[in-house]
């Protein structure tokens, strides 16, 4: 008799039908499964991609901890901490346009550690390693990071622009364009007898921060990128002709006058409502006068051909304040001739008569803010 | 038939049926993982970013434009852009003249940009 | 007489494990796949790079004179100028050896009739198909008619040097970007 009993019991053949399911399953998943990456380096193009854009499409983030909002790169070296967020950007506006003195702080590695530059640029919790490298046309690269790279990583490039400071000069030519010197000839007092005299430069905040560009009005957009901005960039004027002869009919102090700036002052006002400026402390603004390119504090003497200009570093102005004017007020004195015989001038360097020269936005007094072109390289790995 | 003492096999099937499924959820988990990097990148590609700042950019320049002449104008540009964005960017945008405040000093600019899938909508103050 | 009884776990056994081992063999063994859908990394670097070196272009050296380098080379329809001008931006490293992109500009434009049409700009070699390429794009708003040119002319095709043609108008730079 022949054993007909099943050798497969049903629970067996359930069993084995649902291993079929599993396996059919898995066989067809298995052609995704390798893509040749492993997980850290999936996401290596992807930081490089967030890192360039925090660096080059944000301002940065303020520090909290300062009430008045100091801007990170005016934190000193002790709070950097304080930062929350890098950002090279001028504002969120412009994109792409860089600030000169972001750049050049962001690259200091005298400062800043790697440590610091994960936490506040590149986010995450795996401790990437990075190389960042800014090249502007016509100097050389920054960078920071690992010099060291290997085969495989994440890597973006942008291309930026760079905005740099403004410059002015003062020379014979504003004699007749201001009329600086004019005064009512009928008045009896004849400033050009007068030995001291005062020369006063403004810097008005709010037409700087709040006018228009351009009259009319073209693009809006991006006015942020070719402001002058008194509270963040270095205010750069040069007075010089100081000997010249104007081709209108009144003289400046002849070429045998001796001419000494005796000294020069600071004062602010804080609203336009027509206050009285009140004076900046000397201790705390001071080194700002440059003779000839050399830091010098006055009282000195001004030769022939010589240029005397006033260098505000970024910063250098209270940052709180976006209203009222900055008053540069500098006193010559023309007493005698170089044979110490007195005499009496110096019309040229004279505002008492008529209205302070205005830094403005007008170019052919004042160089305007220009952009040059940079290329920035993101490595992540 | 002998009995069989059936559940000491099926001990033997269970175990192989435990490690199956532990390959497959491995074998899942490293599928999922794949695709993050491919996904951030179409992602980043897929959101018109510039598009909605090339567009919100020249709107607000032709706002400016003079409307002199009965052609060249700034409503005539205005129809451009909107054509030339339907056209080429797939994108409807729509942009109306400016709203003054009461005192005349501020006026309200309305951009509309919408490509199908992402909307955007500002109001822009100037000045 | 032989006892069936054990074949049941005999068999249950092997197919287990013949189940498990095939399993494994195949995972461990599999040869990786390059799917179509990686080209998206490097589509997105290059869309990037190519909208950061129009863009560059676009904005104005400085705020007083109101034209962008891009919109002064489109109205003097500088072709070579816009070649050297985006070559060097596109293409630009911090390194010393340079990028090798190639790219081909359009203007897109509306034409009087209300049809859009393009008229092509420059090209660092032509298109021989079969590149897969991104698109960049940047707006710009130019004066079309040329009339202090001897002979005076229009850019846009349609116009030839019709001046009725003069005026602002709206168009599209856009830009194919490939690597060889």
Avoid at chain 1, 310 to 337: M, W
Avoid at chain 3, 62 to 85: C, Q, R, W
Avoid at chain 3, 138 to 146: A, E, F, G, M, R
Wanted: hydrophobic share 40%.
């Amino acid at each position: 008799m022949t054993d007909d009993d099943a050798n497969l019991s049903i629970d067996f053949l359930v069993a084995f039908t649902i291993f079929m399911v599993a396996f059919i399953w898995v066989a067809t998943l298995v052609p995704n499964l390798f893509i040749g990456v492993t997980t850290h380096e999936i996401d290596f193009d992807s930081v490089a991609y967030r890192t360039s854009v925090i660096l080059a499409e944000d301002p940065g983030a303020f520090s909290t901890a300062n009430i008045n909002h100091t801007r990170w790169e005016f934190e000193p070296n002790s709070g950097k901490d304080n930062i929350q967020r890098f950002g090279l950007a001028i504002s969120k506006k412009t994109p792409n346009v860089l600030s000169e003195i972001k750049v050049k702080r962001f690259f200091d590695t005298t400062v800043f550690l790697e440590e610091d530059y994960r936490t506040k640029a590149i986010f995450g919790d795996y401790p990437y390693r990075f190389n960042i490298s800014l090249k502007e046309e016509g100097k050389d690269p920054l960078f920071v990071g690992d010099w060291k790279i290997p085969e495989n990583y994440g890597y973006i490039r942008k291309q930026v622009r760079i905005k740099h400071f403004s410059n002015a000069t003062i020379d014979q030519t504003d004699v007749q364009k201001f009329k600086l010197n004019s005064h009512d000839t009928s008045s009896l007092i004849q400033d050009g007898n007068v030995t001291e005299h005062d020369f006063v430069i403004q810097i008005n905040r709010s037409k700087l921060l709040y006018d228009n560009l351009t009259t009319p009005v073209i693009n809006p957009n991006f006015d942020v990128a070719y402001r002058i901005d008194p509270r963040t960039e270095e205010i750069n004027i040069t007075i010089e002709d100081f000997h010249e002869s104007p081709p209108v009919g009144a003289w400046v102090a002849p070429r045998w006058a001796k001419i000494e700036l005796g000294c020069v002052t600071l004062s602010q006002t804080i609203s336009d409502e027509g206050d009285a400026p009140t004076q900046l402390p000397a201790e705390l603004y001071k080194d700002y006068v440059y003779h000839n390119m050399v830091q010098k504090n006055p009282p000195f003497e001004l030769g022939l051909d010589d240029t005397l200009s006033v260098i505000f570093k970024p910063g250098f102005f209270p940052p709180s304040y976006d209203s009222g004017s900055i008053y540069v007020k500098f006193r010559f004195n023309a007493t005698t001739n170089f044979g110490g015989n007195p005499i009496y001038g110096l019309q040229y360097l004279n505002t008492s008569q008529s209205k302070p020269w205005e830094l403005t936005y007008n170019a052919t007094e004042v160089t305007q803010p220009v952009l040059s072109n940079a290329v920035m390289e993101v490595k992540i790995w | 038939m002998a009995r069989l003492s059936d559940e000491t096999a099926q001990w033997i099937v269970l175990m192989g049926f435990i490690v199956s499924f532990s390959l497959f959820f491995l074998a899942v988990m490293l599928n999922q993982s794949t695709v993050v990097g491919q996904t951030t990148a179409e992602a980043v590609s897929e959101f018109p970013k510039e598009d909605i700042r090339g567009v919100r950019n020249v709107v607000i320049e032709s706002m400016f434009l003079d409307q002199e002449g009965n052609f060249n104008n700034r409503s005539h540009v205005q129809k451009e852009i909107e054509n030339i964005s339907l056209a080429r960017q797939n994108a409807v945008v729509y942009f109306s003249d400016p709203v003054f405040d009461a005192n005349g000093t501020y006026s309200y600019y309305f951009i509309h940009y919408n490509n199908g899938v992402s909307a955007y909508n500002e109001t822009w103050t100037f000045p | 007489m032989v006892d069936s009884g054990g074949q049941l776990f005999t068999i249950e056994g092997i197919a287990a494990a013949l189940i498990m081992l095939a399993t494994v063999f195949i995972i461990v063994n599999t040869t990786s796949v390059y799917t179509p859908g990686d080209t998206h990394i490097n589509d997105m670097q290059l869309e990037v790079i190519g909208t950061d070196a129009l863009k560059a272009l676009n904005y104005p050296d400085n705020g007083t004179s109101g034209k962008s380098p891009l919109v002064i080379l489109v109205e003097n329809a500088d072709g070579n100028g816009f070649y050297t001008a985006f070559n060097n931006s596109l293409n630009n490293r911090t390194g010393d050896n340079r990028d090798n992109i190639q790219f081909m500009a359009n203007i897109t434009y509306m034409n009087r009739t209300g049809m859009i049409n393009s008229t092509p700009l420059n090209a660092s070699r032509a298109l021989y198909g079969g590149e897969h390429a991104v698109r960049v794009s940047q707006w710009i708003i130019v004066d079309s008619y040329n009339g202090a040119a001897l002979p005076p002319y229009n850019i846009f095709p349609e116009c030839l040097s019709a001046p009725s043609c003069a005026g602002k108008h709206a168009a599209l730079v856009e830009v194919l970007l490939w690597r060889d």
